[in-house]
T-cell receptor, first 112, second 115 residues
């Protein structure tokens, strides 16, 4: 079955450590996205990528980094520079030139 | 996003009741997407509206986009516990919107359906 996988489902880290969240898709989609969701809030765009080896900052890119070395993978690194990293992170993908996005199950990151 | 506001923020209804969720844009929409999210999970696509006055239905859920393309409503008929979750609208304001090819989401409406 085609879809998007995110791992792990829950992630715990100590403050000051970098952590990388995985996102893989087998839908053959060109575009991929990372969103952050906080309690009672909608999704905020962190980064997105329309093609391999290219990506753009979203609305809240500070403290995050991404790479897009393969079409099917778009990992997100939450760095120690991110002041409030505890959140629910969602990855999505879409066909090029389409806004209809398919979402992964999310990763809940807790930093203490 | 203040450019896209959803109301109400939360809603509790008795099973079998009808309900409406609104999504209001500060400017003319190019497209409006409705998604549903179960707590702690990813988003599921429901419907996309693009034309002014357009209306789409899926099972007991109907979404409409007003003629001016600045407001959309999501209506659920005879609600069931399976309808519970967070409903989010996502907007596109221009197909060539400064090169940004990503949706801007509202803050969501949390729906609880009491048996």
């Amino acid at each position: 079955d085609g879809g998007i996988t995110q791992s792990p489902k829950y992630l715990f880290r100590k403050e000051g450590q970098n952590v990388t969240l995985s996102c893989e898709q087998n839908l053959n989609h060109d575009a991929m996205y990372w969103y952050r969701q906080d309690p009672g809030q909608g999704l905020r765009l962190i980064y997105y990528s329309q093609i391999v080896n290219d990506f753009q900052k979203g609305d809240i890119a500070e403290g995050y980094s991404v790479s897009r070395e393969k079409k099917e993978s778009f990992p997100l690194t939450v760095t120690s520079a991110q002041k409030n990293p505890t959140a629910f992170y969602l990855c999505a993908s879409s066909r090029l030139l389409s806004y209809e996005q398919y979402f992964g199950p999310g990763t809940r990151l807790t930093v203490t | 996003s203040q450019e896209l506001e959803q109301s109400p923020q939360s809603l509790i209804v008795q099973e079998g009741k009808n309900l409406t969720i609104n999504c209001t844009s500060s400017k003319t929409l190019y497209g409006l997407y409705w998604y549903k999210q179960k707590y702690g999970e990813g988003l599921i696509f429901l419907m996309m509206l693009q034309k002014g006055g357009e209306e789409k239905s899926h099972e007991k859920i109907t979404a409409k986009l007003d003629e001016k393309k600045q407001q959309s409503s999501l209506h659920i008929t005879a609600s069931q516990p399976s309808h519970a979750g967070i409903y989010l609208c996502g907007a596109v304001w221009s197909p060539m919107d400064t090169g940004r090819r990503a949706l801007t989401f509202g803050s969501g409406t949390r729906l609880q359906v009491q048996p």
